[in-house]
């Protein structure tokens, strides 16, 4: 059974592996003082074209949030997020578990507006509720869909004006800076957002983000707060070695490019068989509605999410590409549901 269900089922890129074999027995200084990190962060600057960003390299995604969200915000302060976004429902309340808000907005297509935004300020005016104060947005979103540059400035002029965090979650970052779609820089981030982190789990790393602080304020003594969430890893030169060949090159953004491409062909194939989808996806993540009779026949060679019931009769499903997303099991994907067309057409 070949898996669709996400962009970490397999380990790590073999360059990665192969760093971390060859510096295996090298003695290095713990907790991100290594020369692996500290070069990593550097490489990182260069490509963000900022040198006056913090950079901190963390173990995962959740981890990341939880640790800067909770840092950046003031006990009676919250969160916004689109109702789809991962910090609202799916990372076990790590948000409020800290004692911050996770206000929702609605949006079909994953991303947030200044409007939507705006509707959140209006409902919460004075002491007796929680301060809005940080947007949290995900680029590419939970629903695979992307922020076009005009869009994310527009954001961030708004938040600006109303002195509002912008941050963003990248978990799947490469995957939205390497859509054809996607007309921003990865340079351009520093400029538009107040904080982000660089997806690595996700895009060929055995685990890693490095999250980029970009505003003065947001910045004091910010590795306390690591500390104290349990995230400065003794170890960290294993995160610092992963980022380092992932910025040496291209690998980052070829390793993103590749999810793409796969998941372009799935795409592809699917439209010319008249399937619809849930929503617009130009990244690794795409939703096709499927016949509940033809979901059940694909289950039987594929793994992959059921992700929500359109009506009684037909499902849309996640399918995820990865890095290493082997075209022959995409095309034999694409067989199987010619295999089925009987089936789709009833």
Known sequence: MYSFKNDYSEGAHPQILKAIMETNLVQEEGYGEDHYSLQAIELIKKKLGRSDVDIHLLT????????????????HEAAIS????????????????????????????????PAGVQAVLEGHPDEHMVKPKLVYISNSTEIGSIYKKEELQALSDFCREKNLILYMDGARLGSALCSKENDLLISDLPNLVDAFYIGGTKNGALLG??????????????????????????KGRLVGIQFLELFRDQLFFDLADHANRMAGILNEALKQAGVKFLTNSPSNQIFPILPNAVIAELEKKYSFHVWEKVDKDHSAIRLVTSWATKEEEVVGFIEELKKLASILSV
Request: proline share 1%; net charge neutral.
């Open 60 to 75: 995962g995604g959740t981890q990341t949030n939880l640790t800067a969200i909770s840092a950046f915000l003031r006990p």
């Open 82 to 113: 689109v109702s789809s976004g991962h910090i609202l429902g799916h990372e076990t309340g790590a948000i409020e578990a800290t004692g911050h808000k996770v206000l929702s907005v609605e949006s079909m297509d994953g991303k947030l507006t």
């Open 209 to 234: 983000e490095a999250l980029v602080i970009c505003r003065e304020s947001l910045k004091e003594d910010f590795r306390y707060h690591i500390k104290q969430k349990g995230a400065l890893l003794a």
